[in-house]
T-cell receptor
Framework: RKEVEQDPGPFNVPEGATVAFNCTYSNSASQSFFWYRQDCRKEPKLLMSVYSSGNEDGRFTAQLNRASQYISLLIRDSKLSDSATYLCVVLQAGGSYIPTFGRGTSLIVHP | EPEVTQTPSHQVTQMGQEVILRCVPISNHLYFYWYRQILGQKVEFLVSFYNNEISEKSEIFDDQFSVERPDGSNFTLKIRSTKLEDSAMYFC??????????FGPGTRLTVL
């Protein structure tokens, strides 16, 4: 069975902390990788795509390790507004790229 | 900024009734999707739709489910005879090129 696994947390960190999440995937033929953010009872919102060379967007850095089949998300200088669930999404190669979601990692940033 | 919209935001129905959930994808997008999320669980793929036909579907998407693009803007999910376990948040998403997907705000379906 092709799975995407995440530590559910919660990760409880103070403002200003650096926090990192990992996500492992089992299908080596996976094509594309994303981090989404989901607030309570809201829709997932795209945070960033994950490229093979790694990529950064402000305080957020995403990395892909194909050999070990995991992706990571690093958040620097955490803000209260970063509190959310972070979803790892992997697209399997199929007719139209079937997405598989992880269960998400909960982040709580406290003052 | 263009966005995906969904109606209604909350639908309450009796077991055995039919429901239709509606979505308006982003206008220049070509790929459309339905997902569900049972409370406290992960987002689950139901179906993808491209060029007026289903391109992929999961094992959840059985004969009780159907999708339609009745005109140039709407994309609907029909559940023919709802069951208690269909209670969930249903998200529509659209994509320009079958990779990055943008989600609507969801419809909360409650089956009594």
């Amino acid at each position: 069975r092709k799975e995407v696994e995440q530590d559910p947390g919660p990760f409880n960190v103070p403002e200003g902390a650096t926090v990192a999440f990992n996500c492992t995937y089992s299908n080596s033929a996976s094509q594309s990788f994303f981090w989404y953010r989901q607030d309570c009872r809201k829709e997932p919102k795209l945070l960033m795509s994950v490229y093979s060379s790694g990529n950064e967007d402000g305080r957020f850095t995403a990395q892909l390790n194909r050999a070990s089949q995991y992706i990571s998300l690093l958040i620097r200088d955490s803000k209260l507004s970063d509190s959310a669930t972070y979803l790892c999404v992997v697209l399997q190669a199929g007719g139209s790229y079937i997405p598989t979601f992880g269960r998400g990692t909960s982040l709580i940033v406290h003052p | 900024e263009p966005e995906v919209t969904q109606t209604p935001s909350h639908q309450v129905t009796q077991m055995g009734q039919e429901v239709i959930l509606r979505c308006v994808p982003i206008s220049n997008h070509l790929y459309f999707y339905w997902y569900r999320q049972i409370l406290g669980q992960k987002v689950e793929f139901l179906v993808s739709f491209y060029n007026n036909e289903i391109s992929e579907k999961s094992e959840i998407f059985d004969d009780q489910f159907s999708v339609e693009r009745p005109d140039g803007s709407n994309f609907t999910l029909k559940i023919r005879s709802t069951k208690l376990e269909d209670s969930a948040m249903y998200f529509c998403a659209s994509s320009e090129a079958a990779r990055t997907q943008y989600f609507g705000p969801g419809t909360r379906l409650t089956v009594l």
